[in-house]
């Protein structure tokens, strides 16, 4: 089993900035993508930022230029920096991890951290 911890998160006025990160551990033999997704109320999941083992990157139109995802392959972990927050970003974030075996693909959630920008 695979288990994904997340940290960060919270409450930050409009403009300012939070770090969310990710930890994995467990079973884990062949990270794929790691990646971050988040849920507002009343919608449906999407793609914030992903970053493949290949280590380019791939974000959502609504923050290219304001969020940076990176990864450390030897912690395995995935951090998101935010920065030029808005109340659009008000949201659930959900770490992701794929791995790949062979033909089969396995994909692990992490619980969610809340991140709220409000005044």
């Known amino acids: 089993q695979v288990q994904l911890v997340e940290s960060g998160g919270g409450l930050v006025q409009p403009g300012g900035s939070l770090s969310l990160s990710c930890a994995a551990s467990?079973?884990?033999?062949?990270?794929?993508?790691m990646g971050w997704y988040r849920q507002a109320p009343g919608e449906q999941r999407e793609l914030v930022a992903a970053?493949?083992?290949?280590?380019?990157?791939d974000y959502a139109d609504s923050v290219k230029g304001r969020f940076t995802i990176s990864r450390d392959n030897a912690e395995n972990t995935v951090y998101l920096q935010m920065n030029s927050l808005t109340p659009e970003d008000t949201a659930v974030y959900y770490c992701?991890?794929?791995?790949?075996?062979?033909?089969?693909?396995?994909?692990?959630w992490g619980q969610g951290t809340h991140v709220t920008v409000s005044s």
């Open positions: 992701n991890l794929v791995m790949v075996n062979g033909p089969t693909k396995y994909i692990y």
């Open positions: 970053v493949p083992s290949s280590g380019s990157t």
């Open positions: 467990g079973s884990i033999f062949s990270i794929n993508t």
